[in-house]
């Protein structure tokens, strides 16, 4: 209902196409097609018997995020329960454009338009994640079941949430606090064949009444336990994991401000394939050189040496106060414990230590000013925020040597605004960084401790623009820099890192990374089509990489290639494309499509695993109602992962008995195409309602590898799968 | 203004707290690793005149190998017992290596390989516990025989294999590969 002057607000709306119908007693209704979110200011003129002409506002509240300009995508509500019991790597492929570089089933990192670890930031429940995101086998420590809403942005976006995001950023965000008093939850059950996984995951909440109004409180927790995956014809020893996970809310929200603490543990103990164990290079090409792996054994929930043992706490506390005059003003701070310890296998002497241990704690300060948008008289909008981010992070190492240990301080001081005015919008965005960092290292000759000391400072902006064609047509188009400081590990790396069968060496003289993104995206929503279509080009001046060195290292256990991080100018250009055509009513056909082209101008070659093309295409059909159930749908869906034929080339040579290679250890793996399936209902159970998923992947069983899946030189990838997904939600109202 | 004050003070006393920064970086822990081999030594006696014996030694073999002592110099024509032993020298006192390998033989197989043009010809003597269809060999203690005058490398490998020995290489991976110059004149 409008107020007096006609305008009125809708908040809180999910994502995805309304119908509006503006309607007022003695003039005719207008009916409008809206797509959230997308829309900012509507006026709509609603005609009469020639009497007058009514303006109506429609405002909503979108979140910061979705505010921005930048390319993004979302996952959530029914698409994300769709992925429920996966890692959050894992999950995060569902959306157009992403990837992710795997080591084994159960450790996944997300390759966003083809960058990945610290050059993808993320922000877990609006921190910004801090673990050991440097190495290709750390995978993100975070609960996918903590989130109801996963936000890709795409393109280089550290204007707003800080440097290094030169790839894009990946939100996490928890479901909203209840508001009503009483006590809910909701119980998530995931079952899979392969692997014989299970996972339960469950959510109580609540909120007070009376005094305690404002108050209110959540728990959450995950287990989950797999064994042995399987490939079409063998299990692959060792790739049992687990995952014990448990998170804490409390909430005050008062009419105009509000506090907040939050503490989450992430704790996961992930087994790694034996078959892909190797001592040196000459056992590394006997494992390529079999078609399969020698040891064979049946399914287990052993998980013994070489594994990982990881755990991640996050304590946050945020405080906001907000005014009708001033806007919002929020203040978070967090700290970060990242412990992790890496197993190798042990031969003779029973070690029960580690041969790797990281411990990082990082401190995080964060204040944001979101002003209230301001209406100046020609009917345009002006919103903002402007903000300053600290960190402080230190890092402890013990045992083996990959990295060292270091202090590092970085601060950041933001602005953001933006106009809209009828069909446009525009952004524009500046931010200076400043980044110190500090690495000790031991002399042990002398056992005396010597550092060395780094620091950088860069400023970036961001220009965008959006332009309504039609009410259903709107072209956005994104310019942004960005940067990275290299990182400790670029810097100072300096070990046999095992198992990656490679003795990596750090370079101190490496430039920062500077990015120069270009986006241009189309969205279209008609009655029977829609369309999203992006369009891509970031180049990247010092982008680091490790290079193989010509001269392998030789060590007790044999030969091992070596690499040195080097810098190289890096174009990644590409397009992502969402279609979906309605057939008919019921019937629907989805197609997602992500072509990425990856260069490297220095060498003037290819580039190292960067994610080859590829289209996922889907056939949904939907009835309201069947019998006693809602929501019931069934699909069909063909995902094709062309080969990446832009690599580059292997080659390998012997001199002085060893080998030598350059380029990688095998060619990129051949095609491949799998078949998947999924129906999915509501029932009420008990009189609550219940939702059931029942997936299958792989439904062919058809033997592949994944180029981005480190233990393609050892075994075929994941066989067929059939998971079942239970999730209830539970209500008591006071 | 006032209740934002306290929240923010609240949070920087919670912050403060449970932040404090102890500088634990400044403290550099050495390089340790469980399973560092740095010294293989090969000690050889003439089975017809145990007076005659030879020895050799790598050092260092975890970081830059030092093969100046690593030389076999032996007689053509002979029969040798050979016995190995592996020392890890990061630790006080060192670590009898061979010791640890001998209580775990059942998943331990050493593979010497002389070069093509190195008359030498070697057969290992000690066996494991590996039940049916074992015992397989171990490798610490082996026969050599020597031919016809020549030189060249004598490869040295240890394998592990633990569930998997089978009494070939193929199985496992490499703990140690490394090579002894051979000399027989």
Redesign the interface.
Known sequence: MTDSLGRYHLTELCAGVYTVEYRYIGYNSTVLRVRIPNEAVRSVILTTNDINLATVEVTEHRSEAQQLLQTQTELSGAALDQTRGQSLGESLKAVTGMYSVQTGPSISKPVIHGLYSNRILILNNGVRQEDQQWGNEHAPEIDQFVASRLTVIKGAASIRYGSDAIGGVILVEPRAMPTRPGIGGEVNLVGATNGRMGVASGILEGAFSKKLTGLSWRVQGTLKRSGYVKTPHYYLENTSYRERNFSADLHYD?RN?G?E?FFSRFDTRIGLFTGA????L??LY?AISRPEP??QPGFSYALNRPYQQVSHDL?K???Y?RSDRWGT?T?T???QQNNREEY????????L?P?LYL?L?T?T?DLVWEHRTRTNRKGGAFSGSMGFNGL?Q????????LI????NYAGGLFAIERYTHNRWTVEGGIRYDYRWLRA???N?ATNK?YFTTHHWRNANGSLGASYELRDNLTLTANLSTAWRASNVADLYSNGLHQSAVAYERGNPALRPEQAYNGNLALAYTGKRFSAELGIYNNLINNYIYLKPDSVPV??????FPSYTYNQVRATFRGIDATLTYNLTERLSLTSKTSLLYAYDHTNGGFLVYIPPNRTDNSLRYTWNRLGGLSNVYASVSGLYVARQKRAPAVTRREENGVVIFTGDFAPPPPAYLLLGAEAGFSCRVAGQPLSVIVTGSNLANVAYRDYLNRFRYYADDLGRNISLKLKMPLNRAE | MQIFKKSVLLLVAVGSLLGACKKDEENVAPTDDNEAITTATLRLTSTTNPADTVSATIENLNTQANFSRATLNLKANTTYSAVIQLWDKTQTPALDATAEIREKANEHLFVYTPASGLNLRVNLTDQDTNPAPGPYPIGLSATMTTGAASSGDLNVVLRHQPGAKNGTAQPGTSDLDTRFPVVIK
């Open positions: 008062h401000w506090a603490v164990q190797v001592g040196s000459s056992d006997a020698l040891s304590l506390g945020r405080a106060l003003l203040l701070v967090a700290r190798d296998y042990v031969a003779f002497s029973g070690s230590n041969e411990k704690v401190q300060a402080t230190g890092n402890v190492r013990r045992y083996l040597f060292p240990n270091y202090r000790y290292f031991l042990e401790t030789i060590r007790q256990r044999g030969a």
